[in-house]
């Protein structure tokens, strides 16, 4: 079951880079923060300290992003 959440994150992930270089905003957003928690969650469940602090700012970032296009709305 982990390589499936890993496989589907790291896929989301791709594509939501392909939005990024396409501009496509907010979809990439909206794609990576569920990509992202998947691998907050294999990150967590590996006990990989890096990949958490990697993913977990990233997850940050992506909500700060989000939280912008919202109030700029």
Do not use: E, R
Not at 2 to 31: C, H
Not at 35 to 56: E, G, H, P, Q, R
């Amino acid at each position: 079951m982990l390589n499936v959440i890993k496989w589907t994150g790291s896929i989301i992930i791709i594509i939501s880079m392909i939005l990024t270089s396409a501009n496509i905003y907010p979809l990439n957003i909206f794609l990576a923060i569920p990509a992202t928690l998947c691998w907050v969650y294999v990150s967590f469940k590996w006990n990989d300290k890096s990949l958490i602090a990697m993913n977990l700012t990233a997850l940050t970032i992506y909500l700060i992003g989000i939280t912008h296009y919202f109030q700029s709305m």
